[in-house]
C-alpha cells in the first residue's frame, strides 16, 4: 500500500497543525513567534530547525539569541558558543554572545568577545556600543567614549550611542557635554525623556546603574 504525502494526510484528518518539512520553515515561524514575544514556541521551532540543519551555524545564533531573551542564559552561552565553533568568523554569533556575557556582568568577557567581532567587522555598530557599555561599567571613561562615538558615526539615528556617551561625560565630570549628548539622545527617541521609561534602555543592554545615572541626568536637566 502506497503511503499517502503527509500534507495530503493531516488535510484528510481535518488536522491543522502546521507541519513543516525543512528548517527554513521551522526559522521562519520562529521569528514570527519571536516578534510576538511566544519565546518558547520559538525556541521549540528554532530547536526544530538545529535538529534538521545541525550544521547550520544560523541556526545556533537564532536559537541562542531567543534563549537570551526569555533569560535562558546558560543555553543561550551554549547554543552560541556552538554557532562559534561551526563559523569561527560568525560576527552574529560573536555579538550575540557578547550581550549575553554584557548582561550577565562578565565584563571581561563581553570586552573580548566584541573586540574580536570589531576586528572582523570594523563597521561594526553594535559591538562599539557595547563595548562602551561594557567599558563604562569598568569605570574606563575614555575608551566608553569612544567607542560610543564610534557607534554613533555608524548608526547616528539610534539614540542608545548617545545615551552612553552621556554616561561616560557625566562619570567624568563632564557635565555640559553629558546633558547634551543626552539631549541629542531624547530628540532621536523622545521616550527616553521621562524617567518612567526608561526601563526601556534594559533591552538595548544599559545596567540598572547606568540607568539610574540617566534618571539623575535627566532630574539636574529639569532644575
Do not use: C
Not at 143 to 153: G, P, Q
Amino acid at each position: 500500500m502506497t503511503a499517502l504525502p503527509l500534507p495530503l494526510a493531516i488535510a484528510l484528518l481535518g488536522l491543522t497543525v502546521p507541519v513543516y518539512a525543512n528548517a527554513v520553515d521551522h526559522r521562519l515561524a520562529g521569528l514570527a513567534l519571536r516578534a510576538e514575544e511566544r519565546f518558547p514556541e520559538a525556541i521549540a521551532e528554532f530547536e526544530q530547525a538545529v535538529a534538521l540543519e545541525p550544521k547550520q551555524s544560523s541556526n545556533y545564533v537564532l536559537l541562542g539569541w531567543t534563549q537570551h531573551l526569555y533569560g535562558q542564559s546558560e543555553s543561550a552561552a551554549n547554543s552560541l558558543w556552538q554557532a562559534i565553533y561551526l563559523q569561527p568568523r560568525s560576527v552574529e554569533a560573536y555579538n550575540a554572545l557578547g550581550i549575553v556575557y554584557l548582561v550577565r556582568g562578565e565584563l571581561n568577557h563581553a570586552v573580548v568577545l566584541h573586540s574580536w567581532s570589531a576586528l572582523l567587522k570594523p563597521d561594526n555598530e553594535i559591538a562599539y556600543f557595547n563595548l562602551s557599555l561594557a567599558y563604562h561599567r569598568q569605570q574606563m571613561y575614555n575608551l566608553a567614549l569612544h567607542y560610543a562615538r564610534s557607534a554613533s558615526s555608524l548608526e547616528p539615528d539610534n539614540p542608545h550611542p548617545l545615551i552612553a556617551q552621556a554616561l561616560a561625560h557625566w562619570d567624568q565630570q563632564e557635565r555640559d557635554s553629558a546633558l547634551s549628548a543626552l539631549r541629542q539622545g531624547i530628540n532621536l527617541q523622545p521616550l527616553y525623556g521621562s524617567p518612567q521609561n526608561l526601563d526601556q534602555l534594559k533591552k538595548a543592554g544599559f545596567h540598572d546603574t547606568q540607568i539610574a545615572t540617566v534618571s539623575n541626568m535627566l532630574e539636574s536637566m529639569s532644575k
